[in-house]
């Protein structure tokens, strides 16, 4: 079945210690992206690929690392460096040939302990 | 710096009600608009998805419209239902990189 995967579903971290996000998927997207939301608010753009070895940063991109070595595989780091990491992570992606409609995975929950 | 605004924040109606939820735009150069909803906790679910050169798109009890000159969208849902309760996000594409701005939903209570 076609989607997005993204891994681990619930994740704690200690402060001072980078974690990675995995967002997997198996639609043929040229373009992946990952988004920040806070209760009650809406997306916020982190850092977006439109292709393989290529990315770009969003709107709240201190903090975050990405890399896009694979067409499917587009993981999320939150260094230290990020002052407030406690959010919901969603992953997504989108391509031409779907036309334009943009996919989400079922989102992971980091909370700093 | 594209802007989107959804009203209200929240909304609680009795079951069987139509109603409308709005969201507007502040750059009208977008490619498409998408509605979605959220159930607590979850991902984000599409429910309609207008390209720009369209008016309208309807599934089953929903319909959305797209106004692009005014930056407005609405999505009325006809004979609402307890199970239709979740927050509904509506996003523009837009730009070279074709990236989505969220508004900030709107909180839909049904109650039975």
Same mark, same amino acid.
């Given at each position: 079945?076609?989607? &997005? !995967? ?23 997207h040229d ?6 939301q /806070? ?6 753009? &982190? ?6 070895? /290529?990315?770009?940063?969003? /709107?709240?991109? +201190? ?7 694979k ?7 939150? !260094? ?6 406690t ?14 409609t &943009?996919?989400?995975? +079922? ?7 | 710096? @594209?802007?989107v605004?959804?009203?209200p ?21 977008i490619?498409?608009? @998408? ?18 050169? @369209? ?31 979740a ?26």
């Amino acid at each position: 079945d076609g989607g &997005i !995967t993204q891994s681990p579903k619930y994740l704690f971290r200690k402060e001072g210690q980078n974690v990675t996000l995995s967002c997997e998927q198996n639609l043929n997207h040229d373009a992946m992206y990952w988004y920040r939301q /806070d209760p009650g608010q809406g997306l916020r753009l &982190i850092y977006y690929s439109q292709i393989v070895n /290529d990315f770009q940063k969003g /709107d709240i991109a +201190e903090g975050y690392s990405v890399s896009r070595e694979k067409k499917e595989s587009f993981p999320l780091t939150v !260094t230290s460096a990020q002052k407030n990491p406690t959010a919901f992570y969603l992953c997504a992606s989108t391509g031409q040939h779907s036309g334009n409609t &943009i996919y989400f995975g +079922e989102g992971s929950w980091l909370t700093v302990v | 710096k @594209q802007e989107v605004t959804q009203i209200p924040a929240a909304l609680s109606v009795p079951e069987g009600e139509n109603l409308v939820l709005n969201c507007s735009f502040t750059d009208s150069a977008i490619y498409n608009l @998408q509605w979605f909803r959220q159930d607590p906790g979850k991902g984000l679910t599409s429910l309609l998805l207008i390209q720009s050169s @369209q008016r309208e798109q309807t599934s089953g009890r929903l319909n959305a419209s797209l106004d692009k000159s005014s930056g407005r969208s609405t999505l009325y849902i006809a004979a609402s239902q307890p199970g239709d309760s979740a927050t509904y996000l509506c996003a523009v594409m837009g730009g070279s990189a074709r990236q989505l701005t969220f508004g900030s939903g709107t909180q839909l209570t049904v109650l039975p």
